[in-house]
C-alpha cells in the first residue's frame, strides 16, 4: 500500500521514473485500474451525486468513457501517430494511464461550497496533464507535442462518441 500511495503522488507531481516503472511493471495493473476506480468514486461525489445508485452510474460512465478514451489514444499512438521508437501494448498504456488518474481523488473536493467546482475543473485539467505525460512516456515519445496531439485525437473521437451515443439514445 505504501509504493501504490507512492507512486500515486510521484506520477501526480508528472515523475516520468514512475511512468516508465508502472509502464514495465505487469503487476501494477490492478493497482492502476483501482486508482481510476477510486478517482470515478470521487468525482461521482464531487460533482455533487448523492444517492449510491448514482454514484454507481457515474463510475460505471467514467469507467466506459476512460477505457474508450485508453483504447483510442493506444491506437492512435500505436498506429496513426507513432514515434520511430514507439513499442507499447495495451497493458503498457492501461498502466500508465490509469496511474495519471492519481490527482482525481482529490476531486472529492468538488464538494466544497464557493470553491469546489473550480478546484473540481482544476484537478480535471491536472489529470489531463498527467495523462499527456503517461502517453509521452508509454509511447516513448520524445515529444510532449506528439503526446498531446494523440490524447487529444483520442479525447475529441471519445467525445463525439460519448455525446452522440448520448444524444441518439435520449
Not at 507512492?6 to 493497482?31: K, L, N, P
Not at 520524445?142 to 451515443?165: E, K, M, Q
Request: charged share 10%; aromatic share 12%.
Amino acid at each position: 500500500m505504501k509504493t501504490l500511495l507512492r507512486r500515486m503522488i510521484a506520477a501526480s507531481r508528472f515523475d516520468v521514473q514512475t511512468y516508465e516503472q508502472v509502464e514495465s511493471d505487469r503487476a501494477s495493473t490492478a493497482a492502476a485500474v483501482f486508482i481510476v476506480v477510486i478517482a470515478s468514486v470521487a468525482a461521482a461525489i464531487g460533482s455533487g451525486v448523492r444517492d449510491f445508485l448514482s454514484v454507481i452510474n457515474g463510475i460505471i460512465v467514467l469507467l466506459l468513457t476512460w477505457s474508450v478514451w485508453v483504447g483510442l489514444t493506444y491506437f492512435i499512438g500505436t498506429r496513426l501517430l507513432p514515434g520511430p521508437q514507439t513499442r507499447a501494448d495495451f497493458g503498457e498504456i492501461l498502466r500508465t494511464t490509469g496511474f495519471s488518474a492519481s490527482p482525481g481523488v482529490l476531486r472529492i473536493l468538488g464538494l466544497l461550497p464557493v470553491v469546489g467546482l473550480p478546484i473540481f475543473i482544476g484537478i480535471t485539467f491536472w489529470m489531463l496533464l498527467t495523462f499527456v505525460v503517461a502517453i509521452r512516456q508509454a509511447l516513448d515519445y520524445t515529444s510532449s507535442r506528439r503526446a498531446l496531439a494523440v490524447c487529444a485525437l483520442g479525447w475529441l473521437i471519445h467525445g463525439f462518441l460519448f455525446f452522440g451515443l448520448t444524444f441518439v439514445a435520449l
